[in-house]
């Protein structure tokens, strides 16, 4: 599932071989993913429009154009990819927006996320609804009130968007899994320390997956025994237990998490 860093790494390829360049063609391949307008109104609104400038805001990514602005959602298997004009298709390729040389293609095997089209800022908002400050930038203080707002276990509630916004499951399990916490722990009850160590471990791995511009597998990441039938901990090699909590799973070590 697409998350903060991923997203972020999306909004740096639209970046760097985009902005300031025109759509000459539109090419709908699956109007499933367009979400609040149809295949004709999307190619007529975005064909002969520049893109100006890329933001992320959570797990959304925002491409302000000349005009409107393209707001997507990135779902479960939902990615952006820059691919020469001629390159072949992909079974998944949803849309393409081609420049001069590239097409900008969105791809999306499961079809749960897509893009919104927006007239201005408070269209923007009201596509993306009410989120909590970003999780990369969010202060300790601001962090540790919400934490204690909040009714629940702490997983969950770091994967509220409108707690902080950009983490998934994926991201949760490592922050509590680095921090040392545990997932069903209720929010409000963690001590200051333990707030604190959550907020410096959602620093650490969010500063280490942006580089890398998606949540890398190293085999020191709790990430790397996500898929592994028997997964062991990277830290006391102890089994990891997975478990359910509020309908997701819940990936964490007995042994190091408290
Ligand atoms: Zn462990």
Same mark, same amino acid.
């Given at each position: 599932?697409?998350?903060?860093?991923?997203?972020?790494?999306?909004?740096? &390829?639209?970046?760097?071989?985009?902005?300031?360049?025109?759509?000459?063609?539109?090419?709908?391949?699956?109007?499933?993913?367009?979400?609040?307008?149809?295949?004709?109104?999307?190619? *007529?609104?975005?064909?002969?429009?520049?893109?100006?400038?890329?933001?992320?805001? +959570?797990?959304?990514?925002?491409?302000?154009?000349?005009?409107?602005?393209?707001?997507?959602?990135?779902?479960?298997?939902?990615? %952006?990819?820059?691919?020469?004009?001629?390159? #072949? &298709?992909?079974?998944?390729?949803?849309? /393409?927006?081609? +420049?001069?040389?590239?097409?900008?293609?969105?791809?999306?095997?499961? *079809?749960?996320?897509?893009?919104?089209?927006?007239?201005?800022?408070?269209? /923007?908002?009201?596509?993306? @609804?009410?989120? @909590? =400050?970003? !999780?990369?930038?969010?202060?300790?203080?601001?962090?540790?009130?919400? &934490?204690? !707002?909040?009714?629940?276990?702490? *997983?969950? !509630?770091?994967?509220?968007?409108?707690?902080? #916004?950009?983490? @998934?499951?994926?991201?949760?399990?490592?922050? &509590?899994?680095?921090? +040392?916490?545990?997932?069903?722990?209720?929010?409000?009850?963690?001590?200051?320390?333990?707030?604190?160590?959550?907020?410096?471990?959602?620093?650490?791995? %969010?500063?280490?997956?942006? $580089?890398?511009?998606? /949540?890398? $597998?190293?085999?020191?990441?709790?990430?790397?025994?996500?898929?592994?039938?028997? =997964?062991?901990?990277?830290?006391?090699?102890?089994?990891?237990?997975? +478990?359910? %909590?509020? @309908?997701?799973?819940?990936?964490?070590? =007995?042994?190091?998490?408290?």
């Amino acid at each position: 599932m697409p998350e903060l860093p991923d997203v972020e790494g999306y909004r740096r &390829l639209v970046a760097a071989h985009f902005v300031g360049l025109t759509v000459r063609r539109v090419e709908v391949l699956d109007a499933g993913v367009i979400r609040n307008s149809n295949a004709r109104q999307f190619r *007529k609104t975005v064909r002969g429009r520049t893109f100006c400038r890329v933001d992320r805001r +959570g797990k959304w990514l925002v491409a302000h154009m000349d005009g409107p602005a393209l707001v997507w959602h990135f779902g479960m298997t939902g990615s %952006l990819v820059v691919v020469p004009r001629a390159a #072949a &298709l992909d079974r998944y390729d949803r849309f /393409i927006l081609a +420049g001069d040389e590239d097409e900008l293609r969105y791809r999306d095997m499961r *079809k749960l996320g897509g893009v919104w089209l927006a007239g201005g800022g408070a269209a /923007i908002d009201e596509i993306i @609804g009410p989120q @909590g =400050p970003d !999780a990369w930038t969010v202060s300790l203080g601001d962090f540790a009130g919400r &934490l204690r !707002a909040r009714r629940g276990a702490i *997983k969950p !509630a770091l994967m509220d968007q409108r707690v902080i #916004a950009g983490l @998934g499951n994926m991201l949760s399990d490592e922050v &509590l899994w680095s921090a +040392g916490v545990r997932p069903a722990r209720p929010a409000a009850a963690l001590d200051s320390g333990e707030v604190e160590r959550l907020h410096r471990a959602l620093r650490d791995v %969010l500063r280490r997956s942006r $580089r890398a511009g998606r /949540i890398p $597998r190293t085999p020191s990441w709790l990430s790397s025994q996500r898929d592994q039938e028997q =997964p062991i901990c990277p830290r006391c090699h102890g089994q990891l237990e997975r +478990g359910t %909590l509020a @309908g997701r799973t819940a990936l964490s070590c =007995p042994n190091c998490q408290r």
